[in-house]
């Protein structure tokens, strides 16, 4: 069994993500080997009062990225995005930055 902090591993800060914060939908870097149940468990274990409807999970690629005459990628990582009921506390720390 994973703690909740090793398979949470920070929030997507973007303006798409912050859209979502409206309709309760909260955007996650997750580690690579979580599934949707640990997902859904460790949010509701970070976040007393959080009750979580359904985790959409997703892989995003690498970009290539330049550097001078240096070509690579950036890290691949999977990103969550996991919608709380309607009766579910909200996540204070998106809240507050809206």
């Given amino acids: 069994m994973k703690a909740p902090q090793d398979i949470i591993l920070r929030p997507v800060i ?3 993500s912050m859209a979502g914060v409206a309709v ?6 997750v580690a690579k080997t979580a599934n ?6 460790a949010v509701e ?5 959080t009750k979580v409807e359904k ?3 997703m892989h ?3 970009r290539m ?10 890290a691949s990582y999977k990103k ?6 309607a009766d579910s506390k909200g996540i204070e720390f998106f809240e507050s930055m809206m």
């Avoid at 309760?24 to 870097?29: E, P, S, V």
């Avoid at 990225?65 to 950036?74: A, L, V």
């Avoid at 969550?80 to 009921?85: E, R, S």
């Fill in 24 to 29: 309760r939908k909260y955007t996650f870097k």
């Fill in 80 to 85: 969550a995005i996991v919608t709380l009921t």
């Fill in 14 to 16: 973007t303006e798409a």
């Fill in 36 to 41: 949707k149940v640990e997902i859904a468990e």
């Fill in 65 to 74: 990225k330049t550097m001078g005459r240096y070509r690579g990628y950036t």
């Fill in 60 to 62: 995003v690629r690498g």
């Fill in 55 to 57: 985790v959409n999970t």
């Fill in 45 to 49: 274990a970070l976040f007393p009062g």
